[in-house]
């Protein structure tokens, strides 16, 4: 896919949890939005921040393509992601976009259960809808500390049915994600993004059961073009740059189960 590197303009900066900043930006030249695929991520230029030199990686949290908006769920933990918070309407920010690979439905599959923890919710939602979209129903398995850090279940739920496990048991199941009995289900594959040891006890249970499961990695970047080598992840194949092989990836494909 071609890539862009373009101004978009702050339309909104919703501070949904002391934590997440929920970005809505739309191109500031009044071009329409190009394509974009759930799965793919965003390269930001940080301009207010005087220790942020290079890019920081953002997954596409949703686009909505009637207004030409893209949104994009920031989590406030350096100086870069906490300057992005604090962006106001009409300010612009400079995207290279869209990059990446994409999530994938493949042909006799059809109960899919996306899973996400913290900020790895954000590429769950677009991805829902474009299965929703497609005629599917897909369900979302979705973990948190507690039932304050849950985040956009308002619009997770307007796509499919959403199961919650909270690590203090205030909302949804008692503890981690692999502990919710919806996992034990049989579904045709398992799509999940959030902090790695999740990611890696969530296909560990799915392998088990034989449920083919793609994770989105969230391996630091600099580039986001396969140029400075700081995302290499190991494969069975050897290394390869996750910025421009994934972020998504079949767990078979990487080295986790060795």
Request: hydrophobic fraction near 40%; proline fraction near 5%; include cysteine.
């Amino acid at each position: 896919m071609k890539k862009y590197i373009l101004d978009f303009e702050v339309v909104e900066n919703r501070c949904i949890h002391n934590l997440y900043s929920l970005l809505v930006v739309k191109p500031a030249d009044g071009s329409k939005l190009p394509e974009i695929k759930a799965g793919q991520f965003v390269q930001v230029r940080i301009d207010k921040s005087k220790t942020t030199f290079l890019r920081r990686p953002i997954s596409v949290n949703y686009v909505d393509a009637g207004k030409n908006e893209l949104w994009l769920l920031v989590r406030k933990a350096g100086d870069g992601t906490q300057a992005l918070a604090q962006m106001k309407p009409g300010e612009v920010l400079n995207l290279i976009l869209p990059l990446g690979n994409y999530f994938k439905a493949r042909e006799g599959e059809s109960r899919f259960l996306l899973v996400g923890g913290g900020v790895g919710i954000a590429p769950m939602l677009f991805w829902g809808k474009q299965l929703k979209e497609s005629g599917y129903e897909p369900e979302f398995l979705i973990g948190a500390r507690s039932e304050a850090d849950l985040l956009e279940l308002e619009y997770l739920n307007k796509i499919g049915v959403v199961h919650v496990s909270t690590d203090d048991g205030s909302a949804g199941t008692p503890g981690v994600v692999t502990l919710n009995p919806v996992l034990m289900q049989k579904w045709d594959r398992v799509y999940c993004c959030g902090p790695a040891p999740m990611m890696k006890a969530v296909s560990a249970l799915a392998r088990n059961n034989g449920v083919p499961c793609d994770v989105s990695l969230e391996n630091m970047m600099a580039c986001g073009l396969g140029a400075c080598l700081c995302c290499v992840e190991k494969t069975v194949k050897g290394n390869v740059c996750v910025c421009t092989e994934g972020p998504i990836f079949n767990t078979n494909e990487l080295t986790w189960h060795d």
